[in-house]
């Protein structure tokens, strides 16, 4: 059982020493790290400013917010990285739970207390009057549950990673039942668009 | 030659892929356009400009349990701020008038901290022991009142329900500036009060 496991926590470094192998690799994806980690560190304070990002923001930037831009930032640009390499292989990349990740771990500093929401909700209730009561509660649990937001963020990241590093070591011992892996998805995908065009 | 076009064909694929995947990689990254708004001018929530010649409307509010009217103040410039206790910015607000309240006691100015009506619809503590766990300074000083809006007050100040927005009202009674996120655009309240002259 722990055998497994350590099995399965293994992918990552073995598929990264594959993905950073060369020096072109690694320096892209250093300057990723730099370019996410910096991002973050702005946008992460943004809850202090009412949503406004740049150097305002930075000056709220304390040692935990730090931390976090730092491993948002390193987990981004090393699933970059994978991806790339997957990519390159011709076995494609699984781009969701990263996406969902890096989305989630905006929206507190962006929807928390700035008026992106009420503004967007008033829009919207022009056409669906009930959206407009949904503002306050949704900014209120957004303010309230901050670092459950940020864990379940961290999680889809860290698991965008996983899956990803499993492409790269399918990909690098069977290149070519990666691929066919990768063409059979794509088109079970387009037959389950036929499908649903059939209805 | 049939392997070496699909080959060609996926390597095409995946450069577009990865192309498509690092763009959203970045936009999710980018901040939104509003939130880059500098504190300056007429930012509100975050920059609407302040309706022009528009007179301050006389509205009740609570001071322990007691109500006071806006009238009240008439002839003295007025800083009107609607507040939640569940919001970040609001508490960083706070901070940052503490921080200047050497600027705030040479002026005559009186800056009104009002919890929205119902706290904006989102449950969260008592408007004193919000302000005395991040600005105990405020609670006893000539140049502040704390305490809560109205309806009357919230619908006519607040009408879109933000969670942190301030209304700069000079002496002649006029809206000189609606922003929020004082801890973000304290120049704005600084500029205001070196107009009104000091008292």
């Given at each position: 059982?722990?055998?497994?496991?350590?099995?399965?926590?293994?992918?990552?470094?073995?598929?990264?020493?594959?993905?950073?192998?060369?020096?072109?690799?690694?320096?892209?994806?250093?300057?990723?790290?730099?370019?996410?980690?910096?991002?973050?560190?702005?946008?992460?304070?943004?809850?202090?400013?009412?949503?406004?990002?740049?150097?305002?923001?930075?000056?709220?930037?304390?040692?935990?917010?730090?931390?976090?831009?730092?491993?948002?930032?390193?987990l981004?640009?090393?699933?970059?990285?994978?991806?790339?390499?997957?990519?390159?292989?011709?076995?494609?990349?699984?781009?969701?739970?990263?996406?969902?990740?890096?989305?989630l771990?905006?929206?507190?500093?962006?929807?928390?207390?700035?008026?992106?929401?009420?503004?967007?909700?008033?829009?919207?209730?022009?056409?669906?009057?009930?959206?407009?009561?949904?503002?306050?509660?949704?900014?209120?649990?957004?303010?309230?549950?901050?670092?459950?937001?940020?864990?379940?963020?961290?999680?889809?990241?860290?698991?965008?990673?996983?899956?990803?590093?499993?492409?790269?070591?399918?990909c690098?011992?069977?290149?070519?039942?990666?691929?066919?892996?990768?063409?059979?998805?794509s088109?079970?995908?387009?037959?389950?668009?036929?499908?649903?065009?059939?209805? | 030659?049939?392997?070496?076009?699909?080959?060609?064909?996926?390597?095409?694929?995946?450069?577009?892929?990865?192309?498509?995947?690092?763009?959203?990689?970045?936009?999710?990254a980018?901040?939104?356009?509003?939130?880059?708004a500098?504190?300056?001018?007429?930012?509100?929530?975050?920059?609407?400009?302040?309706?022009?010649?528009?007179?301050?409307?006389?509205?009740?509010?609570?001071?322990h349990?007691?109500?006071?009217?806006?009238?009240?103040?008439?002839?003295?410039?007025?800083?009107?701020?609607?507040?939640?206790?569940?919001?970040?910015?609001?508490?960083?607000g706070?901070?940052?008038?503490?921080?200047?309240?050497?600027?705030?006691?040479?002026?005559?100015?009186?800056?009104?901290?009002?919890?929205?009506?119902q706290?904006?619809?989102?449950?969260?503590?008592?408007?004193?022991?919000?302000?005395?766990?991040?600005?105990?300074?405020?609670?006893?000083?000539?140049?502040?009142?704390?305490?809560?809006?109205?309806?009357?007050?919230?619908?006519?100040?607040?009408?879109?329900?933000?969670?942190?927005?301030?209304?700069?009202?000079?002496?002649?009674?006029?809206?000189?500036?609606?922003?929020?996120?004082?801890?973000?655009?304290?120049?704005?309240?600084?500029?205001?009060?070196?107009?009104?002259?000091?008292?």
């Amino acid at each position: 059982m722990s055998g497994e496991l350590s099995e399965r926590v293994l992918i990552v470094p073995r598929a990264l020493s594959l993905a950073l192998g060369s020096r072109r690799a690694m320096l892209a994806t250093s300057l990723a790290f730099l370019v996410f980690t910096v991002l973050y560190a702005m946008i992460l304070p943004a809850t202090f400013t009412g949503g406004a990002i740049g150097l305002v923001s930075l000056r709220f930037l304390d040692w935990g917010t730090f931390a976090l831009a730092l491993l948002m930032g390193l987990l981004l640009a090393l699933t970059l990285a994978l991806a790339v390499y997957s990519f390159r292989c011709g076995a494609g990349a699984k781009p969701a739970g990263s996406a969902l990740g890096a989305i989630l771990a905006m929206l507190p500093p962006l929807l928390c207390c700035s008026p992106i929401l009420p503004l967007t909700l008033s829009a919207v209730a022009a056409v669906l009057p009930a959206a407009g009561a949904l503002g306050i509660p949704v900014q209120g649990f957004i303010a309230t549950h901050e670092s459950e937001i940020y864990g379940i963020a961290a999680a889809l990241l860290v698991w965008g990673l996983y899956g990803n590093a499993q492409r790269v070591l399918s990909c690098a011992y069977h290149p070519r039942a990666a691929s066919i892996g990768a063409l059979s998805e794509s088109r079970s995908d387009c037959c389950q668009a036929d499908a649903a065009r059939e209805i | 030659m049939r392997e070496q076009q699909k080959t060609t064909i996926n390597q095409k694929l995946t450069r577009r892929a990865l192309g498509g995947f690092s763009a959203l990689l970045v936009v999710l990254a980018a901040p939104s356009p509003p939130a880059w708004a500098a504190p300056k001018g007429e930012m509100a929530p975050l920059n609407a400009p302040a309706p022009a010649n528009a007179s301050a409307v006389d509205a009740p509010f609570l001071v322990h349990g007691k109500t006071m009217n806006l009238q009240s103040f008439k002839g003295q410039p007025i800083m009107l701020w609607q507040v939640a206790t569940w919001c970040k910015s609001c508490a960083a607000g706070l901070k940052t008038m503490a921080e200047n309240l050497d600027l705030i006691h040479g002026s005559n100015l009186k800056i009104i901290i009002l919890r929205d009506y119902q706290n904006g619809g989102y449950p969260g503590e008592e408007m004193e022991k919000f302000v005395a766990a991040n600005a105990p300074a405020l609670l006893h000083d000539p140049h502040f009142i704390i305490g809560e809006d109205t309806e009357e007050l919230f619908q006519r100040y607040n009408p879109h329900h933000y969670v942190d927005v301030y209304h700069l009202i000079g002496s002649d009674g006029r809206i000189v500036a609606i922003s929020s996120a004082p801890s973000a655009t304290f120049d704005k309240i600084a500029q205001f009060i070196k107009a009104e002259g000091k008292s």
